[in-house]
């Protein structure tokens, strides 16, 4: 005899479960409870997989892009156009309503996770010696040498991958300048 009230989901894809729905979860379902009861860890893992949901509409708007023939003077059939112009409509509809899904998911876990808020660092790639100016608390003799030789394994590897592109610059040259004799 009780109606249901609507409740507000998280968005679009997270609708929240009546009781006897949350009876019948799938596997890697949160544990039986109210959404509120979710934990950030569960909202990131949504949030990972709705990126790469993102990340694969925009691989396949380029597919359809690349595939389409620009108009140089050749008719093009009206039927194909239109099926064309539907599927990157499509495609970018979905890619609205998984962007609208991304910032209530984050905007959930900065509402869950008020102690952790901090300015996010600059993500930039480890380039020189220099080193931001970072508050460090002290840890055992293990973990700074640990840290020494991973850095040191970092810095190995970066050079490896300079030579290496150095390298390949350097084929590709050579490559593109026998071809341009050959012609």
Same mark, same amino acid.
């Given at each position: 005899?009780?109606?249901?009230? @609507?409740?507000?989901?998280?968005?679009?894809?997270? @609708?929240?479960?009546? @009781?006897?729905?949350?009876?019948?979860?799938? @596997?890697?379902?949160?544990?039986?409870?109210?959404?509120?009861?979710?934990?950030?860890?569960?909202?990131?893992?949504?949030?990972?997989?709705?990126?790469?949901?993102?990340?694969?509409?925009?691989?396949?708007?380029?597919?359809?892009?690349?595939?389409?023939?620009?108009?140089?003077?050749?008719?093009?059939?009206?039927?194909?156009?239109?099926?064309?112009?539907?599927?990157?409509?499509?495609?970018?509809?979905?890619?609205?309503?998984?962007?609208?899904?991304?910032?209530?998911?984050?905007?959930?876990?900065?509402?869950?996770?008020?102690?952790?808020?901090?300015?996010?660092?600059?993500?930039?790639?480890?380039?020189?010696?220099?080193?931001?100016?970072?508050?460090?608390?002290?840890?055992?003799?293990?973990?700074?040498?640990?840290? %020494?030789?991973?850095?040191?394994?970092?810095?190995?590897?970066?050079?490896?991958?300079?030579?290496?592109?150095? %390298?390949?610059?350097?084929?590709?040259?050579?490559?593109?300048?026998?071809?341009?004799?050959?012609?």
């Amino acid at each position: 005899m009780s109606a249901s009230l @609507p409740q507000k989901g998280l968005g679009p894809g997270l @609708p929240v479960m009546a @009781p006897q729905q949350q009876q019948q979860q799938q @596997p890697g379902m949160p544990p039986q409870g109210a959404l509120r009861e979710i934990s950030p860890v569960y909202l990131c893992r949504i949030g990972q997989e709705t990126v790469q949901d993102i990340v694969t509409r925009t691989m396949e708007i380029f597919q359809i892009t690349r595939a389409t023939q620009l108009p140089n003077g050749v008719t093009q059939s009206q039927a194909a156009y239109q099926d064309r112009f539907g599927k990157l409509q499509e495609h970018l509809r979905q890619l609205t309503l998984l962007f609208r899904k991304l910032r209530l998911l984050y905007e959930r876990c900065v509402e869950m996770t008020p102690d952790l808020q901090e300015s996010p660092a600059e993500l930039v790639p480890y380039v020189s010696e220099e080193t931001a100016a970072v508050r460090v608390e002290p840890c055992s003799p293990a973990v700074i040498q640990e840290r %020494q030789e991973v850095l040191e394994k970092v810095r190995q590897k970066n050079q490896e991958m300079k030579v290496l592109m150095d %390298q390949m610059r350097n084929l590709l040259w050579d490559v593109n300048a026998m071809l341009t004799m050959r012609k």
